[in-house]
């Protein structure tokens, strides 16, 4: 049954704790949930660079863009060229980027208490080493994975 999938489970958290941010946070802040996973890391590691919030965030590099060029938009993320490689550009929050993260982190800091509350502080400690193992997991999987080619292999007679 589809409920007994870990996968189905792991999607099913994710969504039910999107859900409220966006109804409350995102729209009191006009942010949507890719911007604000894009503001937090780039709060958190001011100098980062577009791959690296992809690869930190699990997002695709198009969903990154787009969340860049909406927080570039409403003036909350600042580009800096790359001093050690003109191809690169670095990531920051503007003032008005460090506002906005202010509330949305002390909310998100709030969600997380409520809803780990129920669990113990060594369930939460297991729970985060599980899902750090997961992540990797996942990682080393993907880059193991073939590139997938373009054009399709000729039949075979």
Same mark, same amino acid.
């Given at each position: 049954?589809?409920?007994?999938?870990?996968?189905?489970?792991?999607?099913?958290?994710v969504?039910l704790?999107?859900r409220p941010?966006a109804?409350?946070?995102?729209?009191?802040?006009q942010?949507?949930?890719?911007?604000?996973?894009v503001m !937090?890391?780039?709060?958190?590691q001011?100098?980062c660079?577009?791959?690296?919030?992809? /690869?930190h &965030?699990? #997002?695709?590099? +198009?969903a990154?863009s787009?969340a860049?060029?909406?927080?570039q938009?409403?003036?909350?993320?600042q580009?800096?060229?790359?001093p050690?490689?003109?191809?690169?550009?670095?990531?920051s929050?503007s003032a008005?980027?460090?506002?906005?993260?202010?509330?949305?982190?002390?909310? !998100?800091?709030?969600?997380e208490?409520e809803?780990?509350?129920g669990?113990?502080?060594? /369930?939460? &400690?297991? #729970?985060?080493? +599980?899902?750090?193992k997961?992540?990797?997991?996942?990682?080393?999987?993907d880059?193991?994975?073939?590139?997938?080619?373009t054009?399709a292999?000729?039949r075979?007679?």
């Open positions: 049954m589809v409920d007994d999938l870990l996968f189905f489970k792991l999607v099913r958290v969504n704790t999107a941010f109804q409350r946070v995102g729209k009191e802040q942010l949507s949930l890719n911007e604000w996973r !937090a890391l780039v709060g958190a001011p100098g660079t577009a791959s690296q919030v992809a /690869e &965030t699990g #997002l695709d590099k +198009m990154v787009r860049l060029a909406g927080l938009k409403a003036r909350r993320i580009r800096q060229d790359d050690t490689d003109q191809r690169r550009t670095r990531l929050l008005a980027g460090r506002a906005v993260y202010a509330v949305a982190f002390a909310r !998100a800091q709030k969600r208490a809803l780990f509350e669990l113990t502080a060594r /369930e939460r &400690t297991m #729970l985060s080493t +599980m899902l750090d997961l992540v990797a997991s996942v990682s080393a999987a880059d193991e994975a073939p590139v997938a080619r054009r292999a000729p075979k007679p």
